[in-house]
């Protein structure tokens, strides 16, 4: 398996496990939420539990000292109701706990008990009933409901406190995955940023190579009027190359690239197109202002000979603007022809009619031209 396919099915491992550990956090906490929900519906129950026993004390001390207390008395029973069914008035919920339960049915039973008691007291003299030791019974369950909706509360945050290591550890594996998938994305673009550089840079000299130069000319858009193209062809090379050494060529051609690039303002394309040969593209510049661009780089090279005589740089260069509804290639084409001698014009032309006369003569004899 080769490293491209390795690193696309690991990426697809981290994403599907990204995936499934966001699924997972969010259920956890949905969870959560409900467990929140409920330990603030059992804090209610252990409130109202306790309000149960609080409200019945206060309402038989009333009903001893001759003072009855109906709307208390109706207050109890709903908070007891409340708490055995649950009640949306009162915000108390049922609890789902059979031992609560069953000691709240008993205390239920238990006040209807303490009720009929509380009606003798009304007719009689307290002490001629039992209203003290039921009320103290009465208070003695109130107590363990108390205590087992506590215990039932501290369930319920046990669980939350569970879950939330669990949801800890969710958010930890889920970071980790998330930064593992963001080196390797950061990889993967220092890769693509070298590979590009490899394709699209020159090596011996760091300007745009060949590709990047062809890539430039070949766009099929038409170019605006204030596009120009500049073929530099670099002279003596080839001498250097035979009485210097190779090496030597290569440095001659570095020091060109170097300068032209210093020389060509920053906005202008230059780069290398291949051998001796270099290309710059300028965006913005009538006939005139691009004579000037070039004037400057002639200045700047005599400047750079001046202080380097022993490898004076030499080249030739030609310009074109391009025509109205020309594409760059056809611009690059004026840009040689105009960096030819007269001369060598005349000789491409000799040899360029040869070959369209020969195309004439292959197409008469039915060849292929």
């Known amino acids: 398996m080769t490293d491209s396919k390795k690193n696309k099915k690991s990426t697809s491992w981290v994403q599907?496990?990204?995936?499934?550990?966001?699924?997972?956090?969010?259920?956890?906490?949905?969870?959560?939420?409900?467990?929140?929900?409920?330990?603030?519906?059992?804090?209610?129950?252990?409130?109202?539990?306790?309000?149960?026993?609080?409200?019945?004390?206060?309402?038989?001390?009333?009903?001893?000292?001759?003072?009855?207390q109906d709307g208390m008395l109706s207050d109890v029973e709903s908070f007891i109701h409340g708490l055995r069914y649950g009640d949306d008035q009162l915000d108390i919920v049922r609890l789902d706990d059979a031992a609560f339960q069953d000691k709240m049915e008993e205390l239920d039973d238990y006040f209807g008990s303490l009720k009929d008691e509380l009606m003798l007291v009304r007719r009689e003299d307290y002490q001629a009933t039992d209203i003290i030791l039921k009320s103290e019974e009465f208070f003695n369950i109130c107590d363990q409901a108390t205590g087992l909706a506590e215990v039932y509360s501290q369930k319920r945050a046990t669980a939350l406190e569970g879950l939330e290591k669990y949801i800890t550890a969710d958010i930890v594996c889920l970071m980790a995955l998330i930064v593992y998938a963001l080196v390797q994305a950061l990889r993967y673009a220092a890769m693509n940023r070298a590979l590009q550089h490899k394709v699209y840079v020159d090596g011996a000299t760091g300007l745009p190579n060949k590709n990047k130069c062809e890539e430039l000319l070949s766009d099929p858009e038409i170019p605006g009027e204030d596009v120009g193209v500049c073929s530099f062809d670099l002279n003596d090379l080839r001498r250097i190359n035979n009485s210097m050494g190779h090496e030597a060529g290569d440095a001659y051609i570095r020091s060109f690239a170097q300068?032209?690039?210093?020389?060509?303002?920053?906005?202008?394309?230059?780069?290398?197109?291949?051998?001796?040969?270099?290309?710059?593209?300028?965006?913005?510049?009538?006939?005139?202002?691009?004579?000037?661009?070039?004037?400057?780089?002639?200045?700047?090279?005599?400047?750079?000979?001046?202080?380097?005589?022993?490898?004076?740089?030499?080249?030739?260069?030609?310009?074109?603007?391009?025509?109205?509804?020309?594409?760059?290639?056809?611009?690059?084409?004026?840009?040689?022809?105009?960096?030819?001698?007269?001369?060598?014009?005349?000789?491409?032309?000799?040899?360029?009619?040869?070959?369209?006369?020969?195309?004439?003569?292959?197409?008469?004899?039915?060849?292929?031209?």
């Open 16 to 68: 599907t496990d990204i995936g499934i550990l966001a699924a997972i956090l969010a259920l956890l906490i949905v969870v959560m939420m409900y467990l929140v929900s409920g330990i603030q519906g059992t804090a209610r129950v252990v409130n109202y539990a306790g309000l149960v026993r609080g409200k019945t004390q206060r309402l038989v001390k009333m009903e001893i000292a001759g003072q009855p």
């Open 259 to 369: 300068q032209l690039r210093l020389a060509m303002p920053q906005q202008h394309f230059v780069g290398r197109a291949g051998g001796d040969e270099f290309l710059a593209a300028t965006h913005g510049l009538d006939r005139a202002a691009l004579d000037q661009c070039l004037d400057g780089v002639r200045r700047h090279m005599a400047d750079y000979n001046q202080n380097h005589p022993d490898m004076p740089i030499s080249y030739a260069v030609g310009a074109a603007l391009a025509r109205e509804g020309q594409k760059l290639q056809s611009t690059c084409l004026d840009a040689l022809f105009a960096g030819l001698t007269q001369s060598e014009a005349e000789r491409f032309q000799e040899l360029l009619e040869k070959v369209l006369t020969s195309a004439e003569v292959r197409l008469k004899e039915g060849g292929n031209t």
